[in-house]
């Protein structure tokens, strides 16, 4: 049985990962200081999901891709 296949695309996709999130400051997405607690981000990510949620967004067609930005940087 041949696992090199399934090994190296995980590891690729991992790499690939790692990439995409190195150069974000989910900090500086969440506009919260690198000292906020807990609460503050929850605060922050609510505050801001309703003022980016695409549907709020009509006319952007970047609205989605901030959107998810917003939620990616909230659940690191």
């Given amino acids: 049985m041949d696992v090199k296949g399934p090994i190296l695309f995980v590891l690729v996709l991992f790499l690939f990962v790692l ?10 997405i969440l506009q919260v200081s690198k000292e906020a607690t807990t609460k503050q981000i929850k605060s922050a990510y609510r505050k801001l999901a309703k003022q980016m949620h695409p549907d709020k967004n009509p006319d952007d067609p970047t609205a989605t891709e901030k959107f998810q930005e917003l939620a990616l940087a909230y659940e690191v």
């Fill in 19 to 28: 990439q995409v999130l190195a150069g974000r400051d989910f900090y500086k």
